[in-house]
């Protein structure tokens, strides 16, 4: 199988044609838009997918909206607020359909739920209502507005022909401990995951309670896209959304990008492969390293 129909670039802000000139390459897959903040980028991206004939999906939302949250809080234990998220999900969906999206891809759970042994001080959030503490809500809630999430968005997805994408936030042990989200995850086969490489290892590193390794062997079945870069946790969380390359050790605090990628290859070789990372931090030598160097342990070279 040729790999690259397995690869995406990322267009977070906008249409960057230097980025899609350095990044993309003939033959990948697509390219995941997120928060546009201009009708010009709608009809760039739109423009530029028929020209090149790739796919295109979208990290929710595709229209950027300072008056809200980038999140959909669709978990909220307030009913307004879950009403809200909802509301603003339909309108994007409207929004959406001269691009016709494969995918839409939402950050689940959200808000997130903290586990409250765990000091959480180096996990970004961009607002406070963006989480809450596993003591606040409870296993029951959870399930209840999950299921109602996945019923919605399972008849959204049939209704304006997307395939419904859940990205793994912050996890808690209702999450990682708990089976309602497999179980979930079977009723409703259309709708599938998202994997964060370096969102997993920043968890692996501050949350003794989590295990990486463990979660990708159990969810990555699940998955239809894994959001791939590295980042560098030591004292202090660097170089967020750094790209992957071989030289970046674990030793050094880098992210195990090779070991995890190995446990995607076992479970589910054709998921695919979003570099959400930073490019202009390295070289187009450099890049062209970090896409090779990908495509030979997903290919078992």
């Not at 000139?21 to 003939?26: E, G, L, S």
């Amino acid at each position: 199988m040729n790999r690259l129909q397995q690869f995406m670039i990322g267009q977070y802000g906008g249409f960057d044609y230097s980025k899609f000139h350095k990044d993309f390459k003939a033959g990948f897959y697509g390219i995941e838009a997120c928060s546009f903040k201009s009708e010009e980028d709608c009809r760039n991206l739109i423009a530029e997918a028929q020209q090149h004939q790739f796919h295109t999906g979208v990290h929710f939302p595709l229209r950027a909206d300072h008056a809200r949250l980038r999140d959909a809080l669709f978990l909220s234990p307030d009913g307004q607020e879950r009403a809200a998220a909802f509301e603003h999900i339909q309108e994007e969906l409207d929004y959406m359909v001269t691009l016709r999206p494969g995918y839409v891809l939402f950050h689940y759970p959200k808000p997130v739920i903290l586990d409250d042994r765990v000091d959480w001080q180096q996990w970004r959030f961009g607002d406070r209502r963006e989480y809450i503490y596993e003591s606040e809500t409870s296993l029951e809630e959870l399930i209840r507005h999950s299921e109602y999430l996945f019923d919605w968005l399972s008849r959204k997805g049939r209704e304006y022909h997307f395939q419904p994408i859940l990205e793994f936030d912050g996890l808690n042990s209702y999450v990682y401990n708990q089976d309602f989200l497999e179980r979930l995850l079977v009723r409703y086969p259309d709708i599938k995951l998202c994997l964060d490489t370096a969102r997993l290892y920043l968890q692996d590193k501050l949350d003794p309670n989590f295990d990486a390794r463990a979660l990708l062997r159990r969810y990555t079945k699940y998955a239809a896209l894994i959001h791939l870069s590295s980042v560098q946790v030591k004292d202090t969380v660097r170089y967020s959304h750094y790209p992957a390359l071989p030289e970046l050790s674990p030793a050094d605090g880098w992210a195990p990008i090779e070991d995890y990628l190995r446990i995607i290859r076992e479970e589910n070789s054709g998921v695919k492969i979003m570099f959400e990372h930073r490019s202009d931090l390295i070289t187009t030598e450099q890049l062209e390293r970090c896409y090779a160097w990908v495509d030979g342990i997903l290919s078992g070279v």
